[in-house]
């Protein structure tokens, strides 16, 4: 049987509308399991680019800030968005390109970590977690990630 060419690209890919994703990814992080998709947009450029394949993984520890996090929006679209700040029953995140940070965001929402990415068949160390992402974090809360981005292109023009 043809497999509907609507919902399969390949034959390993399988493209999913929100709600079936939204289930899928909740199962697969309840039941403690990595998985890898494939991200759109550009809310976390330079990071995390149009196209690149990232592993979520789901979290098991306390989330820190600095740490890429991947959450269901209401209507069940998957979010990938760095967390700027840690509160008591949550965390707001905010996506790196971005001008604003998110509404405070439940850890129940919370369907994993981000914990690799890979570009071209390479993997992308920088700004994911630990310190570069701490630094990447606090540098996008103080509304100097974009300024810094700007200047870095005006001077390798």
């Given at each position: ?48 680019r149009n196209g690149d394949v990232i592993t979520i993984t789901p979290f ?6 600095g740490r890429v996090i991947a959450f269901l929006r209401r209507d069940g ?29 439940s850890f129940e929402r919370i369907i994993g970590t981000v914990n690799t ?41």
């Open positions: 049987m043809q497999p509907h060419s609507q919902y399969i690209r390949h034959r390993t890919e399988q493209t999913l509308s929100a709600p079936p994703f939204a289930r899928l990814a909740i199962d697969l992080s309840v039941a403690g399991r990595p998985f890898k998709v494939a991200v759109y947009g550009t809310s976390m450029f330079p990071f995390i098991r520890s306390r989330i820190r800030r679209r998957l979010i990938i968005h760095r967390v700027v700040k840690v509160l008591p029953d949550g965390v707001i995140t905010k996506g790196d390109n971005l001008p604003e940070t998110d509404t405070p965001l990415v890979h570009r071209n068949d390479r993997r992308i160390r920088f700004g994911v977690a630990g310190i570069s992402g701490m630094l990447v974090a606090w540098l996008s809360l103080c509304d100097w990630l974009l300024p810094l981005r700007r200047l870095r292109r005006r001077l390798i023009r």
